[in-house]
């Protein structure tokens, strides 16, 4: 069994390499480190209120990393669209790419809802 130092720098090695904090439904590793930061927040792993300050302390200069599995995969997604539009100069299609375009549809037809709900309380 590693050391809380032992994890900790496994664990911030992990944010710095893969640009998000562990997720628990990924590979052996990453549902490891997930595991390990969970049971230090919870308090279910004996560590010093020292050790909780430094994760803090770490976690906090690394905040755009920590995010959901969603919030990553959202962002991820964005990034692929962004260099869709700029290598191919028009958005995708069913035929381009009908993955990134069935996504893109989605969220396009989630913010339009979410904008007719909003003029919808707004008005008086």
């Known amino acids: ?3 809380f130092d ?3 720098v496994d664990f911030l090695d992990y944010i710095d390499t893969n640009h998000h904090i562990p997720f628990a439904s990924s590979d052996d590793v990453e549902a490891s480190l997930n595991r390990w930061y969970n049971n230090v927040i919870k308090g279910v792993l004996d560590v010093t209120e ?4 430094r994760l803090e302390a770490e976690l906090s200069k690394r ?9 990553f995969s959202f962002i991820e997604k964005c990034k ?11 958005l995708p299609t069913n ?5 990134l375009y069935n ?8 913010h339009l809802s979410l904008l007719l709900k909003r003029r919808k309380h707004i008005k008086i």
């Open 6 to 8: 032992e994890r900790f």
């Open 50 to 53: 020292e050790q909780k300050k």
């Open 1 to 3: 069994r590693k050391s």
């Open 80 to 90: 692929d669209l962004k260099y869709f539009v700029s290598s191919e100069y028009e």
């Open 103 to 110: 996504w893109f549809s989605k969220q396009e037809k989630n």
């Open 63 to 71: 905040e755009e990393y920590v995010m959901t599995s969603s919030e």
């Open 95 to 99: 035929k381009t790419d009908a993955l």
